[in-house]
Nanobody, 121 residues
């Protein structure tokens, strides 16, 4: 079974930085796009940043200039570098990937269980 596991969340003061990691494992044929989403209570899950199979990136407007998404193809890993964090960035951050595997050789969406980021003084 394909699994996505996030790490790197925690408590940080406003203006601080965190680096999230997400690694895919299992019977993977290949990974297309990967991305990060976040969700807070009472709100819909929203896109934070995405990176295509070719390395192209996109960001939500509120994250532009502060967050950077990257990937290491050989490790099946995507990162989210978060700088100048604000209290409103507090959320559970979820890793997402479109993965080709035994179940869906053309690709399907997988989600991690999330990692909590808390920005507070």
């Amino acid at each position: 079974q394909v699994q996505l596991v996030e790490s790197g969340g925690g408590l940080v003061q406003p203006g601080g930085s965190l680096r999230l990691s997400c690694t895919a494992s299992g019977s993977i044929f290949g990974i297309n796009a990967m991305g990060w989403y976040r969700q807070t209570p009472g709100k819909e899950r929203e896109l934070v940043a995405g990176i295509s199979g070719g390395g192209g990136t996109n960001y939500a407007d509120s994250m532009k200039g502060r967050f950077t998404i990257s990937r290491e193809y050989g490790k099946n890993t995507v990162y989210l570098q978060m700088n100048n964090l604000k209290p409103e960035d507090t959320a559970v951050y979820y890793c997402n990937a479109n993965i080709r595997d035994l179940i869906r050789p053309y690709g399907m969406e997988y989600w991690g269980k999330g990692t909590l980021v808390t920005v507070s003084s």
